[in-house]
């Protein structure tokens, strides 16, 4: 599957952003689709996928209760919607599809090419 993420930008601590992570090839209902984001000279962090049935989503606690993922099966898109953006959370965000429910990086198979976030203080 390929992945398009979009949505990126320069917005100040508080402000909101929603990236979106669409995919061609294949239906996103086949996979586990999370979003992990990497800050300069550090490692690719998770930072969310979704529930695995009808449960909550799984969250990394430094995003928790700010981040909210969604998706629209019609248009094959992923949501990561971002309320309350602190400068901390500056990263290239990355969405990613994995045939299983893991929260690590290298079991995801697909990657889209990323897409920049910078919060200003």
């Known amino acids: 599957v390929q992945l398009q993420a979009s949505g990126g930008g320069l917005v100040q601590a508080g402000g909101s952003l929603r990236l979106s992570c669409t995919a061609s090839?294949?239906?996103?209902?086949?996979?586990?689709m999370g979003w992990f984001r990497q800050a300069p000279g550090k490692e690719r962090e998770f930072v969310v996928i979704p529930s695995r049935s009808g449960g909550s989503a799984l969250y990394a606690d430094s995003v928790k209760g700010r981040f909210t993922i969604s998706r629209d099966n019609a248009k094959n898109t992923v949501y990561l919607q971002m309320n309350g953006l602190k400068p901390e959370d500056t990263a290239v965000y990355y969405c990613a599809a994995s045939t299983r429910y893991t929260t690590v990086a290298a079991d995801f198979d697909s990657w889209g090419q990323g897409t920049q976030v910078t919060v200003s203080s």
């Open positions: 090839g294949r239906t996103l209902s086949l996979y586990v």
